[in-house]
C-alpha cells in the first residue's frame, strides 16, 4: 500500500484504486455510500436526497427538528451535487456527479474545496476519508489507519471483499464468499463480532460496528460497551452510517432516515430531518444477480422517475429473502422489486405456517380451523360485552345533552388524549348518530398495530393516494374497518411538531354527519398516521367516471345536498371556518348507507383557512362539482373540447339550454325541473366575481327543496 501524506490541517483525505479487492456499497470511515458521517468534535451526517438531482443535505447536533435541520443544510448549499459521500474526521468527501471531481469540506466552512490543488483536476470512481494519510492501492503487508498499524493476521492476498469499515482502531470486512464479517485491530473495538449472519453493508463509529443483515435487512451492531438501540418497527435498511456515537440508517420501505445512539438514546439536541434519502450509489450496466433497480415510482413524488442525474443510470440495491419478526416473504425479489414481506395474520397456507410460527407441521387444516373458530367465539363474546359497557357509557352522556333548540357551536378543549366538548352535527332528516363518536377524543394508535392492520402498508391494501401521502384499508384487531392515511416525507418535512398538533386539535373536534370523522392519530418513529372512520362505497368520481356502479339522480341530488351540508359546517359551524382547498368529487366519499362525506380537509389545506374571504373558493369548486354530478363529465377532459367542463357547460346554461348537460347515460326522471334548477345553482356557484357567488348555508338551502321534492321516473 502506498501511504502519501497531505497536509489538509487538521483535515485529510483518502483516494484509493482496486487492486484484487472489490469494495462495493461499503459504509462507514474510509468508505463510499449515499450517507456518510464526519467523526470528532465537529462531526455532521450528509446524504444524497433522493430528488433525483443528487443534492445533498446535512445535520448535526444542533438539529433539534425538521425545521431547524433545514435551516442546517441551507449552510451546506454550496457543495456540488454529489454521486457518493464518505466520512473523516471532522470533514466529508464525495465525487461530483457532474464532473467525477473529488469535493471536501467542512461544517466551519463548507464552501471551501479541501482537496488538495494538485488532486483537483483529477477523475475518481471512488473515495474514502481517513485521517492522515492518503490511499492509493492495496497490497500485501500492513494496513496503515492514521497513526496506528497492524498486521492482517490471516488474511489472504487474493481474498475478495465486498464491504469494509474502519473504527478508531480496528477494521471490520465483509467476506466476498461467505457474507460473514471479519475484523482486525483491537479487539475491544470488534467485540461480540457476529458469526455465521451474511452482511451487505457495514458502518463504523468511534468503537463499534453495525452491519445490515443479508435476509431481512435488519441491523446487528457489535463493539466496546455498544448497545445496540436500533428504532423498533422499522421494516429494514439500505444504507447505513455513523459518526463517533450516532447511527443512522436508510429505512427500505421509505427511504427516510433513522438515527440511534451507540451507548444509550439519542443526545436531546439531536434529531436527524424527516427528508427522503437516496438508497444507494447511481451505477450504470444491469445490477447482477441478488440485486434490484430501485424503482422511484415507489416513492409517489410527482415527476420524480429516477433517483440519478443521468437517466441511464440506476441505484441497484440488495435483495432480501426474509422478512422481519411478525412477517413472510410473499413474493420474490425481481429484477426492479425486493421482496414483498406480508402480515402474518394473512398466512393461509402452509407455505408460510413455519416462518409465522402459526402451527406445527403435524397439525392438520381443519384443526388449525377448530383453533380459529373458537379462539373467534371467546373474540366475538368478549367484544360483544364490551360493547354494550360502551354503548351504555356513551349513550348516557348524548341523551343528557339534548336540549330543544341545539346549538350549532361550541367551545371544545384539547382533544388530543383529553375529552371535548360534544359538537352539533346538524339538525333536519340525518342517519342516527350511533356512526358518530360521542366523546370527541382522538385515540392514539400504535405503529405496530397499525401496520398490521394494513399487512406492512402494502399496495393490495391501498385505498388512494394524495398531496398527504397514501390511504391505506386497516382491519383492527377488534374487526373494525377503518381508512389509515400515512404521510409521505414531504409532508412530514413541510409540516412540524407544531403544527402537526395544532391541525390535530382542529381535526379531532370536527363530528358531523357528512364529514369522514377522525378516530385517532399515531405519531411514532417520524410517521405521522391518521386514522378515519371507512368509507365502503368508495367516491364520488369512482362513481361518476370510473368503474363502480352509476349513480341514479335521486342519488345524485342526495350526495349534492350532503356533501353542501359538510361544507357549511366547516365553514359555519367550525370557529375559526375551515376552508377546504381541495373541494373535487374524488374527496367526496360514500359511507355504507351511500351518505356523502367531505374528507382531505385540515392537513391538506394550503391556503389560510383563518380568512373567511376564502371561503368562496371552496364555493366555486363545489359548482364544479354539481356540474360533474349534473352532467356525468369530468371537471378537465381532453377528450372533449372545450376540455374544462365550466367552458363547456356555463354557456349552455346562460343560453336556457341547460337541457343539453343532462348526463344521457342514466334514465330520466318524469320531471327535469329539479335537474335544471341543479344546473341553475352551478351557475351561481361559479360566479366570475366571487362578491356574487352565494355562500354554502345559501346553497344549502337552495338545495334542499331539491332532495325533499323527490323524483318520479
Not at 372 to 384: D, F, N
Not at 673 to 682: D, H
Request: with cysteine; hydrophobic share 40%; aromatic share 8%.
Amino acid at each position: 500500500m502506498d501511504q502519501i501524506p497531505i497536509t489538509l490541517t487538521p483535515f485529510s483525505i483518502i483516494l484509493f484504486t482496486l487492486m484484487g479487492i472489490t469494495v462495493n456499497g461499503v459504509l462507514g470511515l474510509g468508505s463510499t455510500g449515499p450517507i456518510a458521517a464526519a467523526f470528532g468534535e465537529n462531526g455532521f451526517f450528509c446524504a444524497i436526497d433522493a430528488s433525483g438531482k443528487q443534492q445533498i443535505f446535512c445535520w448535526d447536533r444542533n438539529s433539534s427538528s425538521a425545521s431547524s435541520s433545514s435551516a442546517v443544510s441551507s449552510r451546506f448549499s454550496s457543495v456540488p451535487s454529489l454521486a457518493s459521500l464518505s466520512g473523516g474526521d471532522g470533514f466529508l468527501c464525495g465525487i461530483s456527479s457532474n464532473t467525477s471531481k473529488a469535493y471536501c469540506w467542512s461544517s466551519i466552512d463548507p464552501g471551501t474545496d479541501l482537496v488538495p490543488p494538485s488532486f483537483r483536476n483529477t477523475d475518481y470512481s471512488k473515495i474514502a476519508s481517513g485521517a492522515n494519510h492518503l490511499w492509493r492501492g492495496w497490497g500485501k503487508g500492513d494496513c496503515v489507519l492514521g497513526t496506528k498499524s497492524w498486521e492482517f493476521g490471516g488474511l489472504a492476498s487474493k481474498e475478495v471483499f465486498v464491504g469494509l469499515a474502519a473504527s478508531k482502531d480496528a477494521i471490520c470486512a465483509i467476506s466476498g464468499g461467505s457474507g460473514e464479517v471479519k475484523c482486525w485491530g483491537e479487539l475491544s473495538s470488534f467485540e461480540g463480532v457476529p458469526v455465521g449472519i451474511r452482511f451487505v453493508a457495514l458502518t463504523a463509529g468511534a468503537q463499534h460496528f453495525c452491519g445490515i443483515r443479508e435476509d431481512d435487512h435488519g441491523i446487528e451492531c457489535w463493539g466496546r460497551n455498544y448497545l445496540a438501540l436500533v428504532p423498533k418497527g422499522s421494516s429494514g435498511f439500505l444504507a447505513i452510517a455513523a459518526s463517533d456515537f450516532i447511527t443512522c440508517g436508510v429505512r427500505e420501505d421509505d427511504l427516510i432516515i433513522d438515527c440511534w445512539g451507540s451507548q444509550g438514546p439519542l443526545p436531546s439536541d439531536y434529531s436527524p430531518p424527516l427528508q427522503l434519502c437516496g438508497p444507494g450509489l447511481c451505477t450504470a450496466g444491469a445490477c447482477g444477480e441478488n440485486k434490484f433497480a430501485f424503482n422511484a415510482s415507489i416513492l409517489n413524488v410527482p415527476d420524480l422517475t429516477s433517483l440519478c442525474v443521468r437517466r441511464d443510470l440506476k441505484i441497484c440495491s440488495p435483495c432480501g429473502f426474509n422478512c422481519s419478526k411478525g412477517f413472510f416473504p410473499s413474493s420474490a425479489c425481481t429484477e426492479n422489486a425486493d421482496r414483498v414481506c406480508t402480515a402474518c395474520s394473512l398466512c393461509q397456507n402452509s407455505s408460510c405456517w413455519d416462518v409465522c410460527g402459526l402451527m406445527s407441521t403435524s397439525e392438520t387444516q381443519q384443526e388449525r380451523r377448530r383453533r380459529i373458530q373458537m379462539l373467534a367465539i371467546v373474540i366475538g363474546s368478549s367484544i360483544s360485552g364490551l360493547v354494550l359497557l360502551l354503548l351504555a357509557w356513551c349513550l348516557l352522556p348524548c341523551k343528557t345533552t339534548v336540549r330543544k333548540e341545539i346549538q350549532r357551536k361550541k367551545q371544545c378543549t384539547s382533544c388530543i388524549g383529553k375529552p371535548e366538548v360534544e359538537v352539533d352535527t346538524t339538525a333536519d332528516a340525518q342517519p342516527t348518530l350511533s356512526s358518530v363518536p360521542c366523546i370527541g377524543t382522538a385515540q392514539v394508535f400504535r405503529l405496530s398495530d397499525l401496520k398490521d392492520a394494513t399487512n406492512g402498508f402494502k399496495e393490495f391494501n391501498e385505498l388512494g393516494r394524495g398531496k398527504y401521502g397514501f390511504v391505506y384499508k386497516a382491519i383492527l384487531s377488534d374487526g373494525q374497518q377503518v381508512a389509515v392515511k400515512r404521510a409521505n416525507a414531504a409532508t412530514i418535512i413541510h409540516i412540524n411538531n407544531r403544527e402537526f398538533e395544532s391541525e390535530l386539535e382542529v381535526l379531532c373536534k370536527i363530528r358531523h354527519f357528512n364529514i369522514v370523522n377522525l378516530l385517532g392519530y399515531c405519531e411514532e418513529m417520524g410517521e405521522r398516521l391518521l386514522v378515519y372512520e371507512y368509507m365502503p362505497h368508495g367516491t364520488l368520481y369512482d362513481h361518476l367516471h370510473g368503474e363502480l356502479s352509476p349513480l341514479n339522480w335521486t342519488l345524485r341530488l342526495k350526495i349534492s345536498y350532503q356533501a353542501a351540508r359538510g361544507l357549511e359546517y366547516l365553514h359555519k359551524d367550525c370557529m375559526p371556518p375551515i376552508v377546504h382547498c381541495n373541494i373535487k368529487s374524488s374527496n367526496i366519499l360514500l359511507d355504507s348507507e351511500w351518505g356523502a362525506r367531505i374528507a382531505d380537509f385540515g392537513l391538506l389545506s394550503t391556503c389560510n383557512k383563518d380568512r373567511s374571504g376564502d371561503l368562496v373558493s371552496d364555493v366555486y369548486s363545489f359548482g364544479i362539482v354539481l356540474l360533474e354530478i349534473l352532467s356525468g363529465r369530468k371537471a378537465h377532459d381532453k377528450d372533449y373540447t372545450p376540455s374544462s367542463i365550466v367552458d363547456w357547460a356555463l354557456p349552455l346554461i346562460r343560453q336556457g339550454k341547460a337541457a343539453a348537460i343532462i348526463d344521457r347515460g342514466v334514465a330520466l326522471p318524469r320531471i327535469v325541473e329539479p335537474l335544471l334548477k341543479l344546473a341553475e345553482i352551478s351557475e351561481l356557484a361559479l360566479k366570475e366575481d366571487p362578491n356574487q357567488r352565494p355562500t354554502m348555508p345559501d346553497l344549502v338551502m337552495l338545495l334542499e327543496p331539491l332532495v325533499k321534492s323527490g323524483l318520479t321516473f
